[in-house]
């Protein structure tokens, strides 16, 4: 059993007075009742850690949506499990709550799975003071605890009657199933019937300070196929023979880094192979590759990825790619194809509006206003899916460090501040009417 956190009593001795003076009666008793059982919270935590729930691990994912479905019913929710078998993956965990008809509609986004599949050497889980050290702990089964004690919190004040919440509990976040399109078909339903989107994955904190985070980068692959005239190697760079594929395959991954960079831009090239032969293997993970010195290559393949922050820079970065992939040295041939993977979430003016009402809240908290994270700090995610529909915010889970790492901790006196701005952030949003947040 994990111990209550000295931090969460601090946080709860020290809230100052005067702070609250414009939380109302009912988000006081919020507060209170975020306060009354961290121990419950905790030990919650405990279990979905340790449970394996490695993305590949279906039953692995479908046991921590067995763990969570009854906690989200006890609250009033409908819960339903949606079968991945198309796509190779678990599935999701969907839950509804009806409020109030006509007041905002909330998308609440976290998932299931975790990057540890059961051959990892990392599964289980350790206290270490405020710190819980074990896999998937912060992300995102922290975040699910957050989300889960915030709605609790509702409850009990009496805030939750009334807030229209839709929760969905993606079972692949970290290696989403093919296609694409099909995996995350019941994400994008919800955000076309949704209002406003919040995502608990972890809260970023970067030198003491906590960040909000209105975007996230896009998450698409690319793989680059050269072709050349084989030969011995004598004859390279002859007019006959031409430069091999390998130089023609080069030149494309030079290029790209002298001229793609742009702000909130990232490439690279994670896999490269080329000879006599060379085949990609059918997970996309590794290349079979043969050759000798003294053979001019015939083909060469290069596998990598690209993160941008629009819609419309995917595209202009998209073209510029295929440009310089066009450009040939004498006698080759190379072409590009792309997959599509994560969009981005721009920082639209309606994102920075929902900012804007956290900070509101953390005035009222006590709490220092958190500024607009650079989207270079944090990868893709779920969120992405619904972000050209809807207005989002993202880092409403606990902060960590050494996520998607054997060194992944939670940081336990993190949960009292989420999870009072979770719930005072939805009891306020349940509030207003429905499409109220404008972009």
């Known amino acids: 059993m994990l111990r209550t956190s000295l931090a969460v009593l601090a946080f709860t001795a020290t809230m100052a007075a005067p702070a609250l003076a414009k939380v109302s009666p009912a988000e006081r008793r919020t507060i209170a009742a975020a306060d009354s059982d961290p121990e419950r919270d905790f ?38 499990w949606v079968p991945m078998d198309a796509v190779g993956r678990a599935g999701h965990l969907i839950a509804t709550h009806p409020g109030k008809p006509g007041t905002t509609r909330m998308l609440l986004i976290g998932h299931l799975d975790t990057v540890f599949e059961p051959g990892s050497p990392f599964q289980t889980a ?23 004690a915030a709605l609790r919190a509702m409850k009990a004040a009496g805030t939750l009657a009334h807030a229209n919440i839709e929760v969905v509990l993606t079972g692949d976040e970290e290696a989403a199933g093919e296609p694409v399109s099909l995996a995350r078909a019941d994400l994008v339903a919800a955000g076309k019937r949704a209002d406003v989107a919040l995502d608990f994955e972890g809260l970023v904190v ?59 831009l990232t490439f690279n090239i994670g896999l490269v ?11 996309e993970a590794s290349i079979a590759a043969t050759g000798k010195t003294n053979i001019i290559p015939p083909v060469a393949i290069a596998k990598g990825d690209y993160r941008a922050l629009s819609p419309e820079q995917v595209e202009r970065v998209r073209a510029k790619m295929q440009a310089i992939v066009a450009r040939h040295l004498p006698r080759t041939d190379a072409r590009i194809t792309f997959k599509d993977g994560y969009p981005p979430m721009a920082p ?38 619904v972000a050209g529909e809807i207005d989002g915010l993202v880092g409403l889970g606990p902060s960590s460090t050494g996520d998607h790492t054997p060194e992944e ?31």
């Open 43 to 80: 030990a919650l935590l405990d279990r979905l850690v340790a449970q394996n729930s490695g993305t590949r691990n279906l039953e692995g994912v479908r046991k921590v949506g067995r763990m969570v479905a009854p906690e989200l019913e006890a609250l009033g929710f409908s819960t339903r």
């Open 126 to 148: 350790s206290r270490e003071g405020d710190r819980l050290h074990g896999p998937g702990a912060a992300d995102d089964k922290g975040g699910v605890v957050v989300m889960l």
């Open 206 to 264: 970067i030198d003491g300070q906590d960040y909000g985070s209105i975007a996230r980068r896009s998450a698409g692959d690319f793989t680059i196929t050269a072709s050349g005239s084989t030969a011995h190697s004598s004859g390279i760079f002859s007019p006959e023979v031409g430069s091999g594929a390998v130089y023609e395959l080069a030149r494309i991954i030079d290029s790209f880094r002298e001229e793609l960079p742009e702000p909130n």
């Open 273 to 283: 192979a080329g000879g006599a032969t060379a085949r990609l293997s059918a997970d």
């Open 348 to 385: 639209t003016a309606g994102n920075r509006a929902l900012l804007g009402r956290l900070n509101a809240i953390n005035a009222d908290l006590g709490l220092p206003a958190m500024p607009a994270l650079d989207p270079l700090k944090r990868g893709a995610g779920d969120i992405s899916f």
């Open 409 to 439: 901790r939670v940081d336990l006196s993190s949960f009292p501040r989420q999870i009072k701005r979770a719930a005072l952030l939805m009891t306020r949003l349940s509030r207003e009417p429905a499409k109220s947040v404008a972009r």
